[in-house]
């Protein structure tokens, strides 16, 4: 899986199988389609359209444990047919394939993650969708720890170690057409911070555009981040008076980025 950085090792014991059904010179499915070598086995199946498009695909097993993982991840994925656009959607126990599969910089471990969407008709692959990742513990995220040191949020040293920064929730609606993905209404949960952002990715050249906010848990996270403007500024009113909120940009590349507060 090239994606998420994983080969099977020269000389490494595996197997893959499937049967192939033709008909008139083009394929129209693949029945009984299995993958398995050390730590991992897939199956699944899949059917293709009159122009040899992907037209659903069912996908079951364990993978991994991908390259820096202790152990392997659960994975399903499902795309159904539809007058104009397929449905898909993606379950996993394991949040780290989220940021593996975008190339972000960073390592979570455990929880769980949904994303349920659509896919556009041809081969181009439009995506359009949601997804939602729920108790995971963040061990390592270089931008992010950047981030909170700039904002001077008290502790941030001691975020990502001792088990590392312990999540509750973090969502978005993204749309994805290659190589840019855009992230609309991202939202990350925690007892230590709250955040929003949205913005671009380009995935193929790693370049960032992304805007937010983000507020310490001292000002009461739970009840606040689902409110959190995503153009930054002081929030005031009667029942918070007078609660900051921190502004943020982040331009560059995923390998440099540039963050200004």
Avoid: C
């Amino acid at each position: 899986v090239p994606a998420l950085g994983m080969w099977k090792a020269p000389g490494t014991e595996g197997s893959a199988g499937a049967t192939l059904v033709t008909r008139d010179g083009r394929l129209v499915s693949v029945d009984g389609a299995t993958l398995r070598y050390p730590a991992t086995a897939l199956r699944g199946r899949a059917a293709f359209d009159r122009e040899g498009v992907l037209a659903s695909l069912a996908v079951d097993g364990v993978l991994g444990p991908v390259p820096g993982r202790k152990s392997p991840s659960t994975v399903a994925l499902r795309i159904v047919p539809g007058h104009r656009r397929r449905t898909l959607s993606a379950t996993s126990d394991d949040v780290d394939l989220l940021f593996r599969a975008i190339g972000v910089t960073a390592d979570a471990e455990g929880g769980m993650i949904r994303f349920d969407g659509t896919l556009g008709a041809g081969p181009q692959w439009a995506l359009d969708g949601r997804f939602e990742a729920r108790d995971f513990a963040l061990q390592s995220a270089p931008m992010l720890a950047r981030l909170l040191a700039m904002t001077s949020v008290p502790g941030v040293t001691r975020l990502f170690t001792s088990g590392g920064l312990s999540v509750a929730r973090m969502t978005a609606t993204v749309a994805y057409r290659a190589p840019v993905l855009t992230v609309a209404d991202g939202m990350l949960e925690s007892q230590a911070l709250g955040m929003r952002t949205a913005g671009t990715v380009d995935t193929r050249g790693g370049t960032l555009a992304l805007h937010g906010s983000v507020v310490p848990s001292y000002y009461g996270l739970n009840t606040l981040v689902g409110r959190l403007p995503l153009l930054g500024r002081a929030v005031t009113g009667t029942q918070h008076e007078g609660l900051q909120v921190f502004e943020f940009d982040v331009r560059g590349t995923m390998a440099a980025p540039v963050i200004e507060v």
